[in-house]
C-alpha cells in the first residue's frame, strides 16, 4: 500500500522584517503608453518583461536585422573560421545596395573588423552582403539569408525570417519585437568581448563617406547608460530601435518600431529607459538558506524538512512598492524519504501587480534519511486513518 502524494500549496505573507521578503503594496508601477506599434522590454537579470506590445507579430525590421548578421559573424569569429584582421572581397551585388553603406567598390578588400564596425556604427548594407557572401554555406546572400532563417529558429526565434542579411525591404523578411529582444540578449550574453563596439558613436572608414560616420543610436552620449545596439528604418517599417542600457547592476533591454520620425524614436526610447529603471528596483524576496516554508515527508527520520533558496532570490518589483508580499510555495507531496540537502522540492510563486509571474525554486534545508521501524508502523497508521476517511481513492 502506498500513498499518492498531490499538489500541496502554502500560502504565505512575507515581510522585510522576517528577513525573508521586500514586499509588495497596492501600489504599482504605471502602465507605459507607448506610441510604438510593437514594442517590448526586458530587465535582463531577473528577466522581468516589463512591456510587451504587440511581441510576436512578425513585422518588417530594417536595419535592426542586421544584429542577425553580426551575431552569425561573431559565431564564425570565435568558431576560428573568419579572423578580424582577414580582408574580405566585395561583389557586384554588394556594391549594388543603395542606403546606408560603406560606399564599398569591387577594387576593395576589406578587414572583418572594419565591416563589424561598419554595420553596428554605419548601418552599411554593403558591408553585411560582403560578410554574408563569405559565411554563406553556398557563396550567395540568399544562402546566407536561408541559413540565417535556420540559425534563428534554433536560437528561440520563431517568428523570424530572413530574404537578405541587412533589412532591405523584402517580401517575408520578417521579425517580432520579442526575437529582436532575445537577440539582442544573445549578443550581449554571448559576445561581451565584441559589445563595446555597439557603444561607439563615429566611425571614419578610409575618409571615403564624411557624410556617414556616425552612429544613428540618439541614446548613446545622454548619461542614462545607453551602450547599444542598433536603429532601423524604412518607409515600410517605419523608425525603429534595439536598445540596451545598463544602470547600477541592472540592464534593460528594449524593442521599439513603428514610429513616424527620427524624434518620435529618440523620445520614445529615452522615455522607456528612463521609466523602466525609475519606476522598477531589483530586491531581494528570499535569503539563500534561510526558510521559507516546511513540506511534509513520508516515511522520513523527521516530520518536515525547511524549504529554503539555494542562493538569494531576486525580482524586479514596482519601486514604490509597500512592506509586504503575498505568494505560495508549490510542492508534490508529502515528499517521500530519503531527501538530500539541496535537492529542489519546491516552488515560491509570486505575481506582483502589473509584472508576470515569477517561480523561484526551493531546495531542501537539510538530508532527511528514511525512518527506522517505528517510523514505518506510524506511516502505515496515517495511511489507513487517510483510507478510512477520505476513501479508496486516497491509496493504491
Known amino acids: 500500500m502506498t500513498f499518492l502524494p498531490s499538489p500541496l500549496r502554502t500560502a504565505l505573507k512575507l515581510t522585510c522584517a522576517a528577513g525573508l521578503l521586500v514586499s509588495l503594496s497596492a501600489l504599482s508601477a504605471a502602465a507605459f503608453d507607448t506610441r510604438a506599434r510593437a514594442a517590448y522590454v526586458l530587465d535582463q537579470e531577473t528577466d522581468t518583461v516589463l512591456l510587451a506590445k504587440n511581441a510576436d507579430l512578425a513585422l518588417p525590421p530594417a536595419s535592426m536585422s542586421k544584429l542577425m548578421t553580426l551575431y552569425v559573424a561573431f559565431e564564425a569569429i570565435r568558431d576560428g573560421r573568419l579572423t578580424l584582421d582577414e580582408r574580405l572581397p566585395v561583389s557586384e551585388h554588394a556594391m549594388s545596395y543603395k542606403g546606408s553603406t560603406m560606399f564599398l567598390n569591387t577594387q576593395d578588400r576589406v578587414r572583418v573588423e572594419d565591416l563589424l564596425r561598419g554595420i553596428i556604427v554605419l548601418s552599411g548594407n554593403d558591408a553585411c552582403v560582403v560578410l554574408a557572401e563569405a559565411l554563406s554555406p553556398d557563396g550567395t546572400e540568399a544562402g546566407f539569408a536561408r541559413y540565417m532563417t535556420k540559425r534563428a529558429q534554433e536560437m528561440g526565434m520563431e517568428n523570424s ?187 515560491l510563486v509570486l505575481q506582483p501587480d502589473e509584472l508576470p509571474e515569477v517561480r523561484l525554486p526551493l531546495v531542501a534545508e537539510k538530508d532527511i534519511p528514511t525512518g527506522g521501524f517505528p517510523v514505518r508502523v506510524k506511516t502505515a497508521a496515517q495511511v489507513l486513518v487517510k483510507r478510512f476517511i477520505s476513501g479508496p481513492e486516497a491509496s493504491q
Not at 168 to 190: N, Q, Y
Not at 309 to 327: F, K, M, Q, S, Y
Not at 331 to 342: L, M, N, R, S, V
Request: charged share 25%; aromatic share 8%.
Open 161 to 347: 525570417t530572413f530574404a537578405n542579411s541587412n533589412g532591405w525591404p523584402a517580401a517575408g523578411h520578417r521579425m517580432s519585437v520579442e526575437d529582436l529582444a532575445i537577440l539582442a540578449e544573445k549578443l550581449i550574453e554571448d559576445f561581451p568581448q565584441y559589445y563595446p563596439l555597439f557603444a561607439e558613436r563615429e566611425f571614419e572608414f578610409d575618409g571615403r563617406a564624411p557624410s556617414n560616420v556616425r552612429n544613428r543610436n540618439p541614446l548613446l552620449g545622454l548619461g542614462i547608460g545607453a551602450d547599444g545596439l542598433k536603429t532601423g528604418h524604412t518607409s515600410e517599417a517605419g523608425y525603429g530601435l534595439v536598445g540596451s542600457a545598463a544602470q547600477g547592476d541592472r540592464r534593460v533591454i528594449f524593442v521599439i518600431t513603428g514610429l513616424d520620425s527620427t524624434t518620435a524614436r529618440a523620445e520614445e526610447a529615452e522615455a522607456i529607459v528612463n521609466w523602466s529603471f525609475r519606476q522598477f528596483a531589483k530586491k531581494t524576496v528570499a535569503k539563500a538558506g534561510v526558510p521559507v516554508a516546511e513540506a511534509e515527508v513520508w516515511r522520513g527520520a523527521e516530520a518536515t524538512v525547511g524549504l529554503v533558496p539555494a542562493e538569494d532570490l531576486n525580482v524586479l518589483l514596482p519601486a514604490l512598492a509597500g512592506r509586504e508580499i503575498t505568494g505560495e510555495v508549490v510542492y508534490t507531496g508529502p515528499i517521500d524519504a530519503p531527501i538530500e540537502k539541496g535537492q529542489k522540492l519546491a516552488e
